[in-house]
């Protein structure tokens, strides 16, 4: 993998809340890393122009709001990230297959054989265990349900999935390699593991079979945010 292969992997996580450390990140990392990921803090406090300071600056866009409604809604609030510019956005899988098709269908023809934004789906939210499964009435095992709903994504034309590195191989095995995986709990060997639990350094999720890592500590509270950067891209291609 080149240097600029590996760049375009890391997607920083702009887990801020206001547009002054929205221009100072974008300022600062945009060409440094291949996206930024504004998820609902962000956008909720901050809004649209959290995406269009971020695209000013040259970056890219994972608009992490993880839709789950009705199809319509959905679809609608998915074309509405597209005319955004976003390059990623994602939804719930257990919002079922019709929203997901719905969704995928609205893109396609909206944006008709043209680059549109890639839709990922979230199988099992990493915090929920068997138990929490169960009190929403679902009896099976986590990894059997991540799966389960990563072939259901992906059967509704779905881009990919958002899971632990963990999960990644398995999700390959069943999903093959015409199908996006971007992995938080993503921890280079310089860096403090923080609240994650169960993590990979960046090069053994790429090993794993992720596409894309969301980091944002490792990089955000680095001394120096540049070089930390820099440091991750050596980690993934030595
Ligand atoms: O700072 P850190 O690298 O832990 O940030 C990871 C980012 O990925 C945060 O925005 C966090 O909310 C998000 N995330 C995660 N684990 C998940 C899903 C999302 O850490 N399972």
Redesign the pocket.
């Known amino acids: 993998m080149t240097r600029d292969e590996a760049r375009r992997k890391i997607i920083f996580?702009l887990?801020v809340d206001t547009m002054a450390d929205v221009e100072k990140w974008a300022g600062l990392l945009a060409g440094k890393v291949g996206m930024f990921?504004v998820?609902k803090q962000l956008f909720t406090s901050c809004g649209p122009r959290t995406v269009r300071a971020v695209r000013e600056r040259g970056g890219e866009l994972f608009l992490?709001l993880k839709y789950h409604d009705i199809p319509n809604t959905v679809a609608m609030a998915t074309l509405a990230a597209a005319r955004l510019g976003v390059t990623l956005c994602n939804l719930h899988a257990l919002g079922g297959y019709e929203m997901m098709a719905a969704t995928v269908g609205a893109l396609e023809k909206e944006f008709p054989g043209k680059d549109r934004p890639k839709v990922l789906a979230?199988t099992v939210?990493?915090?929920s265990t068997a138990e929490t499964l169960k009190g929403v009435g679902i009896n099976l095992p986590v990894t059997e349900m991540v799966v389960k709903l990563a072939m259901l994504a992906k059967s509704a034309g779905i881009d990919g999935v958002?899971?632990?590195p963990l999960e990644a191989p398995l999700i390959r095995e069943a999903c093959g390699n015409d199908f996006l995986i971007v992995t938080?709990?993503?921890?280079p060997s310089f860096a403090s593991v923080?609240?994650?639990k169960r993590i990979m350094t960046p090069a053994d999720a790429v090993k794993a079979g992720a596409d894309y890592l969301?980091?944002?500590?490792?990089?955000?509270?680095a001394e120096d945010p540049v070089a930390a950067c820099e440091a991750i891209i050596d980690e993934m291609t030595l």
């Open positions: 996580a887990d990921k998820g992490d979230v939210l990493t915090s958002v899971a632990s938080p709990g993503v921890r923080d609240d994650q969301v980091i944002g500590r490792p990089i955000a509270a």
